[in-house]
């Protein structure tokens, strides 16, 4: 544990702290709750990407992934830390005092449907989801977790993974579109997402043809 805090957690923690505060200085929001949400979003992605990138990336490699490398795992708990600490922070970015109106429209709206559909309802909703499997799985990141479920049973929950890049992209996208942000955020936040969809793609497709060919030496 020790050699992981030293050559993981405490270069994720340098890393995180920079990004942020570079971040955080680019906006020219007034308020720091707002900024804060930003800052936090972008490297809350990125490294939530880089965990769905490592195992396509060994298959490419020709390296073998195993059940659990402690590098995926602590990006994946820096993704998750970062990753709730935005998600609280957005409650507070837009209808301050009011988080309620993020998925329920107002009284006064006369909506027949009290759920928010719209594109902000749909970004809220989204983020909201991710953020709570992401909590799931940050909770049980830890070998007790691995012990008490069974490596079955926790590979199985460790999978949703996926499942949280999918609302966090959606979530993004919706949001990206929505506020209408800086070409070079779409685009960091554009190639992140379609990095991982290629790789993963390709990870796939090299998984699909490993398979195929231990079947036919049986």
């Known amino acids: 544990m020790r050699h992981r805090i030293l050559t993981h957690h405490l270069p994720l923690l340098v890393l995180s702290a920079v990004s942020i505060a570079a971040l955080y200085g680019t906006r020219p929001y007034r308020d720091a709750i707002t900024r804060a949400s930003f800052a936090t979003a972008y490297p809350a992605l990125v490294l939530l990407a880089i965990t769905l990138l490592i195992g396509p990336w060994n298959l490419i490699r020709k390296r073998r992934n195993p059940l659990s490398g402690d590098l995926r795992r602590d990006?994946?708990?820096?993704?998750?830390i970062l990753g709730v600490v935005h998600s609280v922070i957005g409650q507070l970015v837009?209808?301050?005092g009011r988080p309620w109106l993020y998925y329920v429209y107002a009284q006064n709206q006369h909506k027949s449907f009290p759920l928010r559909h719209d594109l902000f309802g749909f970004a809220n909703y989204t983020g909201l989801l991710g953020a709570l499997i992401l909590i799931t799985l940050l909770a049980t990141s830890n070998n007790f977790s691995m012990r008490r479920l069974g490596t079955p049973r926790w590979k199985q929950l460790q999978r949703g993974n996926y499942a949280i890049f999918a609302l966090v992209a959606a979530h993004t996208i919706a949001y990206q579109t929505s506020e209408k942000q800086h070409t070079i955020f779409v685009v960091a936040a554009a190639t992140s997402i379609a990095l991982t969809i290629a790789?993963?793609?390709a990870g796939f497709l090299l998984r699909s043809k490993q398979l195929v060919f231990l079947k036919t030496q049986r």
């Open 75 to 80: 990006i994946g708990i820096w993704a998750g």
């Open 94 to 96: 837009h209808l301050r």
């Open 199 to 201: 790789l993963q793609i």
